[in-house]
């Protein structure tokens, strides 16, 4: 079959099905893998001498699809080849980059399947190409590996930056080793400092762009909810949207409070903090669950981001368990729209946890201002990274509605950093008023 590159998926659509009709059965299973033919161009490798291929694309844009045909042609055609597959957790590895609709397995043609191992973690070609899939969450599995080629999946929301470097030092093998990373674009430092590289070609692209092969309620709901607004430049046009104007929390100073997981000392006091959706169900909101502690350095941390969209004996239960792993001194609740209920289903989760319920008498601002505070002092850590928590400290303005996750957060750093002082409260050596 002699086709042009790109031919198909640039022809208007009465003339790719006619085009289509008119081939064999042979014919069709042959182009039905022919990616080349329905790609378009923004998702083939690009020509010339690169290091970093970053793809900077919307929900829905083809990412997954992207970098599976890529990871897929250049282990079928380079005999031998290893090929590291990392996403932000091992599911994301296993149920998209290998299993999903678009993923690994999905693209290969039927004459060349290659073995899956999900215990190994691993996809085996005939020919010898192997792909180990790796967590973001461990970065110290990739110590040893050495790779021909990477595929980074969602890089913007990998918990340990860490991860990053550890994948790089083991690109080392064969004449040329290269990456590919696609993601939906955040203003963090690795995706700030990729996009300065210049061995990195970068591809942005939308949403808008693969919408002939997107359900057209997707269009309808999701698209119309969030068109138009921040999140919606972010997650559907791959803007990279910098600092907000007003807001109390800054990109930088997230980023300098980054540390590691083996750079913490002993926590001194850890509490879990919820903020509760009273409701459940798929309208109801995220209920905001952040474990944060005080180590024996004086520094706050936060230790982990559990919120979910669930019902109230999920979250309590989500709650409990981030309790008893982390040896928590304390849960934290705002009650004011949950009452009692917040209380109640923690303890029949648990019924000797130790319960400290609170009150938002006074404004989100007000509370606020303190913890972002402690944030300008340098004084609190991220041990990791918290893509969709620091995207509400970063994109809150004083005024409007205060998100899930914040919330939780303020509330555990005033319970563990602010001590009320005569009608106020005391932070760095100061005293300030309500």
């Not at 230790?303 to 849960?331: C, F, K, M």
Request: aromatic share 8%; glycine share 8%.
């Amino acid at each position: 079959m002699s086709c042009l590159v790109n031919s198909i998926a640039l022809l208007p659509e009465s003339d790719r099905v006619a085009f289509v009709h008119s081939l064999t059965q042979e014919q069709l299973i042959y182009l039905n893998y022919a990616w080349e033919e329905w790609a378009r161009p923004t998702q083939l490798p690009p020509a010339g001498d690169w290091n970093f291929w970053l793809i900077l694309a919307g929900r829905g844009f083809g990412k997954t699809r992207t970098g599976a045909e890529w990871v897929s042609n250049l282990a079928r055609t380079q005999p031998g080849v290893r090929i590291a597959c990392i996403a932000p957790t091992a599911s994301d590895a296993r149920d998209t980059m290998v299993e999903g609709e678009s993923g690994i397995l999905a693209v290969s043609p039927p004459t060349d399947i290659p073995l899956y191992e999900p215990s190994k973690r691993r996809v085996t070609w005939k020919n010898g190409s192997i792909v180990t899939l790796f967590s973001a969450e461990e970065p110290n599995r990739l110590r040893g590996p050495q790779h021909h080629y990477l595929w980074a999946d969602e890089l913007a929301a990998w918990k340990y930056p860490e991860t990053w470097d550890m994948a790089l030092f083991g690109l080392r093998l064969g004449d040329h080793p290269q990456a590919c990373i696609t993601t939906t674009p955040r203003p963090i430092k690795i995706i700030r400092e990729l996009k300065k590289e210049p061995s990195c070609i970068t591809v942005t692209g939308s949403t808008y762009e693969n919408r002939d092969n997107l359900a057209p309620s997707f269009f309808e709901t999701i698209i119309k909810k969030y068109e138009g607004t921040r999140l919606g430049r972010q997650e559907l046009n791959a803007e990279i949207l910098d600092d907000i104007e007003g807001a109390l929390w800054r990109r930088d100073m997230i980023e300098n409070a980054r540390v590691r997981h083996d750079q913490i000392p002993a926590m001194v006091r850890v509490v879990v903090a919820i903020d509760p959706a009273v409701t459940s169900g798929e309208d109801s909101a995220e209920t905001g669950i952040v474990v944060c502690g005080v180590g024996a350095d004086g520094f706050g941390y936060v230790l982990q981001d559990l919120s979910l969209t669930a019902s109230p004996l999920e979250w309590a239960t989500a709650a409990i368990g981030a309790y008893n792993r982390h040896n928590a001194d304390r849960v934290i609740g705002e009650v004011n729209n949950g009452g009692d209920l917040i209380e109640t289903v923690l303890r029949t989760v648990a019924p000797s946890v130790s319960f400290k319920a609170v009150h938002a008498s006074r404004g989100k601002q007000i509370r606020a201002e303190p913890i972002a505070a402690l944030y300008e002092q340098g004084r609190i850590r991220h041990v990791g990274s918290f893509p969709e928590l620091e995207d509400q400290l970063c994109e809150w303005v004083p005024g409007a509605t205060s998100p899930d996750r914040m919330d939780a957060l303020v509330w555990a750093f005033t319970e563990l950093m602010i001590k009320p002082q005569h009608g106020g409260f005391r932070i760095g050596g100061a005293t300030r008023t309500w």
